[in-house]
């Protein structure tokens, strides 16, 4: 079944790919996906299982607690060109809003249930997708994933995507420390009622690079 589970999600990426919105703006007026913190909490050790699909761990007969969020999106260069080949990495907290990090010792129940890492590689036309639950806040921070991307002709780009509405981003330093309203924008996106399955939500995350590794933090 888990083997089934991976086709179906990598199957499915061209069929999502096509839910997206086309982009619309020219070259000049895309909008390069700032940087971010990678914080204390990437693994310290990948996973066995590391797929797209964290609501399910190998091994395991139940789902993760928390909203399902299918969060796709595209690899682009600042030409509008589809990024082939770039490496996706998505780590983010569990429903009860604790990191699998030994680092994250709080006294919060730990979802064995949730994944909490996954990874994805684009085709030809950039497209990811991952499922994975609807990020929640935790002490200090408004919710958000982790991205880590690693593409040929790029800079590897460490980024964080919040939720549009979260009461908790107006006061997150690190989503804050971005001075270019319009870069910091860029990550905050709608996270709503998916438009194909029922009880699933979906967020569109793009993803920009710029090919000679001219970033600006805002």
Request: net charge neutral; charged share 25%; hydrophobic share 35%.
């Amino acid at each position: 079944m888990d083997h089934q589970r991976r086709r179906l999600l990598v199957g499915s990426v061209l069929s999502f790919a096509a839910v997206l919105p086309a982009i619309r703006l020219t070259a000049a007026e895309l909008t390069l996906t700032p940087r971010q913190t990678r914080g204390p909490f990437y693994p310290v050790r990948i996973p066995l299982d590391s797929d797209n699909d964290l609501i399910v761990v190998n091994g395991k007969s139940r789902r993760a607690k928390g909203e399902i969020t299918n969060v796709v999106g595209r690899v682009l260069d600042e030409r509008r060109q589809a990024i082939d080949g770039a490496r996706i990495e998505i780590w983010q907290c569990d429903a009860n809003g604790r990191y699998h990090h030994s680092r994250d010792n709080r006294s919060v129940p730990l979802d064995l249930n949730f994944q909490g890492y996954g990874e994805f590689t684009t085709g030809a036309d950039g497209a990811y997708r991952f499922r994975t639950i609807k990020p929640v806040p935790y002490p200090g921070r408004a919710p958000h994933i982790h991205f880590a991307i690693t593409a040929p002709g790029t800079q590897p780009l460490v980024t964080q995507m919040y939720v549009a509405g979260a009461p908790e981003n107006e006061n997150d330093w690190i989503l804050n420390s971005i001075g270019d309203k319009r870069a910091r924008d860029s990550l905050i996106v709608e996270v709503r009622p998916h438009p194909e399955i029922v009880g699933e939500l979906m967020a569109e995350f793009d993803i920009v690079l710029i090919t000679d590794g001219r970033y600006s933090s805002g």
